[in-house]
């Protein structure tokens, strides 16, 4: 199946640290959306972006689509350990109205 | 108001049967999609029902069905399982479809298949 490009594919930061992740595509996107999975739970929703250029914040989190349409970035500021999961993106393809998701970032926050 | 449910939670079954998954929409919401999470594969999109009538569906065998009830709710099906199944199977609702409103996930199914 069809996935975006999500990098990095994995990260291990310090408590405190700034995290930045993001997912690109050939293709133009309508909408991004950025989620959170927990180990053995559903993903949840965090950030929904729906212009190009539009940049949105929720709490620490912080997501840009970007201006092209074909990528959108994910900042995550002074982390914690309770941030540790995977982060998915997913993007409403324009020419087929599909949402595609990323391969995912799983982050891991050492104390 | 309450979120997303499936059941079960767990399943364990044996290569060869049938499975059946239920999925229950926020209330108001008349899209479900879902979608089959492994490791290796990430999140791959089975199919979309948007008012009892299947509007997307991915690229999964005849195997892999689904319907969705008058209330919205909707079910899952898997015929002749195979070792390969084994995933968490999520379900999302959204308020008219995936690709116009966001998207709100249930915590899973996770299959096993033996």
């Known amino acids: 199946g069809q996935q975006l490009n999500q990098s990095p594919q994995s990260m291990f930061i310090q408590e405190g640290e700034d995290v930045s992740m993001n997912c690109t595509s050939s293709?133009?996107?309508?909408?991004w959306l950025w989620y959170k999975q927990d180990p053995g739970e559903g993903p949840v929703l965090l950030i929904a972006l729906y212009k190009a250029g539009e940049l949105t914040s929720n709490g620490r989190l912080t997501a840009q689509f970007g201006i092209t349409r074909k990528d959108s970035f994910l900042n995550i500021s002074a982390s914690i350990p309770s941030d540790v999961g995977i982060y998915f993106c997913?993007?409403?393809?324009?020419?087929?109205?599909?949402?595609?998701f990323g391969t995912g970032t799983r982050l891991q926050v050492f104390p | 108001k309450a979120g997303v449910t499936q059941t079960p939670r767990y399943l364990i079954k044996t290569r060869g049967q049938q499975v059946t998954l239920s999925c229950s929409p926020i209330s108001g919401h008349r899209s479900v999609s879902w979608y089959q999470q492994t490791p290796g594969q990430g999140l791959q999109f089975l199919f979309e029902y948007f008012s009892e009538t299947q509007r997307n569906k991915g690229n999964f065998p005849g195997r892999f069905s689904g319907r969705q009830f008058s209330n919205s709710r909707s079910e899952m099906n898997v015929s002749t399982l195979e070792l390969g199944d084994s995933a968490l199977y999520l379900c999302a609702s959204s308020l008219m479809g995936q690709g116009q409103h966001e998207q709100y996930f249930g915590p899973g199914t996770r299959l096993t298949v033996t």
């Open positions: 997913a993007g409403r393809q324009y020419n087929t109205d599909k949402l595609i």
């Open positions: 293709s133009i996107f309508n909408t």
